[in-house]
């Protein structure tokens, strides 16, 4: 088994309207994930608050909120609705 990991690390998140956040990850694709449907369990209730929502930010390689909840980063990337793909190579 490899030590790498399987799935690409987030390198930056920004809020979108309806309680989505755009999402890039470090192999250049780009996508929007839907947290509405998850803000009525557990600590992801404080999110419906839009000002504690929008204290999204990267942690290690996905995504925090200033209230404590945070996200598993294979299921921000398998949850995503990808909507760009770039090469890793561009710059």
Known sequence: MTENR???AVVSVAC???Y???VTFDNGEQGLLD???YLDFGVFR????PGV???VHISFDTI???SGA???PEFVYKKCRITERRSKETS
Do not use: I, N
């Open 53 to 55: 929502f929008r204290t």
């Open 35 to 37: 947290m509405e449907p």
């Open 16 to 18: 979108s309207a309806d």
């Open 20 to 22: 989505t956040l755009v």
């Open 6 to 8: 399987m799935y690409p």
């Open 64 to 66: 925090a909120w200033d």
């Open 46 to 49: 404080k999110l419906q608050d």
């Open 70 to 72: 945070d996200l598993d």
